[in-house]
């Protein structure tokens, strides 16, 4: 594992690895070319040297083999031994073990085999090669045999020698022990060469590499330090070639992103702060405003109905007012990163009551049932109630407002690392990419459309940063026709890593695209979460009340 995961994060590994293994290959494949084409001279000039040898040698024997008719006669043998001495003496080193022998053929069984020095020759001259001698041609081999006590490769060559009543066979024996010593020198010359070589070639590879990985890690540290926070880091400018432009270049984007960053962080904060002070400047008119707005909507049913209707829209537009007003001062709260969490062990099956019965009233209006699927046991966590609380109203509230007059379904789970809540409404649903999109600030799916609870828009927002505060997701789901479900999820400790959710994103009765029902867990990546989460199982049997008509 450990070099596997050295070979891919380093470069200067991998290519001084290839250079290593390719100069290796193609240094190995000459080595053996030249070893193989010196030891073919070698033994070519060899057998160049003792194919004259022979030659020279079997003219000699025929001219002092001519005046003998029968190989019988006084004297011949006496020959036969002086012109194998004489022939095995023709070698200037004697010292070099050429051995010459002279064999009768087969039509002349009475001739002694003769050899200088004197040893058996026999198991190194082959049948294919008596043979063909025999056959009146000149024939060679190389064979290994032992001469004198030592095991030697031999260069033989064999010739036939003419003569009066017949012929004989004149052979000469040459090791190879030189050629094969030289050849020997010559291939560990050429290994040596060959890996000093592919040293100096990784070497040289290992060098170049460094000075084109240097910069590149250097650039990839300095980005890290800039993705960190760190704006005035930078890089060495050294020189003028391509890595020292690159240097340059980074630098130059390094600069630009700061300013850029550092007007954007500018502009965020006086937005953020011209939005508390708005918010806080309008508290005090709208105080005034709210008193006297409560008078007027006190004494309504002493004026005429226009008037009274109008104390009734200035009431409900200044309620909605305020809500805006508190909104705002909580997304600042949030951009500012003033907003904390006052976590405590906390019962939610009363939290998901009291939302209930609060929204009951809207509920009743508009011809929704609110229906609870709630554990028997408790459910405690560490978490903030009063953030929890606001977080379901805007759930409920906008499943009642875009239920479409059809049941709202919220459902209670928990398992030993978390727990979590869905919202289940069979209004018009969401459209492809819509989940996203719900959780922006001030975004409506249908602008035409008329708010039932007289929402500000950003509900769902600081939902969204309720949950992030507690470290867990918030989620959506929709398709047209088939509703939408949210799914908050919260560790069950306050500061734990979420892992899983103990209810599913997409509900059991939801439909696949081609009209299967959906059914088991699946992959759901939320905007509150910042990985895939796996939603397994339905929820449980529990506790089932319906509130409002």
């Avoid at 007059?405 to 018009?428: M, W």
């Amino acid at each position: 594992m450990g070099a596997h995961q050295a070979w891919r994060r380093s470069l200067q590994l991998r290519v001084v690895t290839i250079t290593l293994v390719a100069s290796s290959l193609l240094v190995g494949g000459f080595a053996y070319l030249i070893a193989d084409k010196i030891t073919n001279i070698l033994v070519e000039n060899a057998r160049t040297d003792v194919l004259l040898r022979l030659r020279n040698g079997s003219d000699y024997a025929s001219k002092q083999f001519q005046p003998y008719s029968q190989p019988q006669e006084a004297q011949f043998q006496d020959t036969i031994d002086g012109t194998v001495s004489y022939l095995a003496g023709g070698d200037p080193a004697q010292t070099s073990g050429v051995v010459v022998a002279i064999i009768g053929d087969s039509t002349n069984g009475v001739i002694k085999p003769r050899t200088s020095p004197d040893v058996a020759v026999g198991p190194l001259i082959g049948r294919e090669l008596r043979a063909t001698v025999a056959g009146g041609k000149i024939a060679h081999q190389i064979r290994t045999g032992t001469l004198g006590g030592t095991r030697t490769k031999y260069l033989v060559y064999g010739s036939p020698v003419p003569t009066r009543f017949g012929q004989v066979e004149l052979y000469y024996l040459v090791p190879l022990a030189r050629q094969d010593a030289t050849a020997a020198d010559a291939r560990a010359t050429v290994v040596a060469t060959g890996v000093a070589l592919v040293l100096l070639l990784g070497l040289l590879a290992a060098l170049v590499t460094r000075l084109v990985v240097t910069p590149v890690r250097v650039a990839a540290r300095t980005a890290q330090r800039l993705s960190a926070g760190l704006l005035d880091q930078r890089m060495v400018v050294n020189g003028e070639d391509d890595l020292a432009l690159l240097a340059a270049s980074f630098n130059q984007m390094a600069t630009n992103l700061q300013r850029q960053i550092l007007r954007l962080e500018e502009m965020s904060r006086l937005q953020r702060r011209f939005t508390s002070d708005v918010s806080h400047e309008l508290r005090t008119p709208l105080t005034t405003v709210r008193m006297a707005a409560d008078l007027i909507f006190a004494e309504r049913d002493e004026f005429d109905p226009a008037v009274a209707r109008s104390a009734e829209l200035l009431q409900a537009e200044l309620d909605r007012f305020e809500e805006l007003l508190t909104d705002l001062l909580e997304i600042s709260r949030f951009d500012a990163g003033f907003a904390v969490l006052d976590a405590e062990p906390t019962d939610l099956v009363p939290v998901v009551h009291r939302v209930t019965e609060r929204l009951a009233g809207l509920a009743e209006r508009v011809g929704v049932t609110i229906e609870l699927d709630l554990p028997d046991d408790p459910v405690i966590a560490e978490v903030d109630p009063r953030r929890v609380e606001r977080v379901l109203r805007n759930l409920v509230g906008n499943a009642v407002e875009h239920g479409e007059g059809r049941p709202v379904l919220i459902t209670l789970g928990a398992d030993q690392s978390a727990v979590a809540i869905t919202v289940r409404d069979h209004g018009v649903g969401l459209k492809p990419g819509e989940e996203k999109l719900v959780f922006n600030r001030f975004w409506r799916a249908d602008p035409s459309r008329a708010r039932q609870t007289g929402g500000t828009g950003l509900g769902l927002s600081i939902s969204l940063e309720d949950a992030r505060l507690h470290g867990g997701w918030l989620e959506a789901w929709g398709a047209p026709g088939q509703g939408a479900q949210f799914r908050l999820t919260l560790p069950a400790r306050a500061g734990d890593r979420l892992t899983t959710s103990p209810l599913r994103l997409v509900p059991a009765d939801a439909t696949l695209p081609f009209g299967g029902p959906r059914a088991g867990g699946l992959l759901a990546i939320g905007p509150g979460s910042d990985a895939g989460v796996l939603a397994v199982g339905p929820a449980g049997d529990g506790d089932r009340a319906e509130v409002g008509s």
